[in-house]
């Protein structure tokens, strides 16, 4: 599990650099962005946020955001995945998994004989207000030479709090008040809080 130093973290421009190790997590969560970023852009939501800024917890998924892909624009994706070892837990051809992909359904990708841990593959587009607005507005994050995106933290405590709201989420959320005390402002909790609001629970 993720270990930061006493400072946790600097603030370099506009990128918070996370102090501490890559875990095999990060690992492989950078190695199936290597894949998707040739294609697509993203945003990294929920869980893998608290764990990359050292709340120790278990996850098996790590839940990504991706504008929803056209037909050949994913069969290129689904292709290069498959190349790089992973396989997707809804078919093994680009015509079964795009049938999900179509109704704008979850997926998720492992690595092959393995099924965790696991992409949750989250296709969304314009009529997705809320996550629309966060995948515009990413938090850069870095941690050694793994650079990656998230919401703005702020943004990401409401969603745990307001949104989701399990137990699991408010300690994620506590943990993030705790770890990042020294940069959140009031007065992003109030920009963000009536955008959070509009997401169906």
């Not at 875990?23 to 990359?52: N, P, Q």
């Amino acid at each position: 599990m993720p270990v930061l130093m006493p400072e946790a973290y600097t603030v370099e421009g506009d990128v918070i650099f996370l102090h501490r190790e890559m875990t095999e997590l990060d690992c492989f969560v950078r190695k199936f962005l290597d894949v998707l970023t040739k294609h697509t852009d993203y945003l990294i939501v929920s869980g893998y946020v608290s764990i990359a800024t050292g709340r120790t917890r278990a996850t098996e998924d790590v839940d990504i955001l991706v504008p929803l892909p056209d037909k050949p624009l994913f069969n290129n994706l689904f292709k290069d995945l498959t190349d790089a070892g992973f396989w997707c837990y809804q078919g093994d051809t680009f015509e079964e998994v795009y049938q999900y992909i179509k109704e704008k359904q979850r997926i998720r990708f492992a690595l092959k004989h393995q099924l965790f841990p696991n992409i949750e593959f989250i296709p969304i587009n314009e009529k997705d207000t809320t996550k629309l607005f966060e995948f515009s507005h990413p938090q850069k994050m870095r941690i050694a030479d793994f650079r990656f995106k998230t919401p703005p933290i702020e943004f990401e405590i409401l969603y745990k709090e307001r949104i989701l709201g399990s137990g699991k989420d408010f300690a994620d959320a506590s943990h993030l008040r705790t770890i990042f005390s020294g940069m959140l402002t009031e007065k992003k909790f109030k920009k963000f809080e009536p955008l959070v609001m509009r997401e169906p629970k």
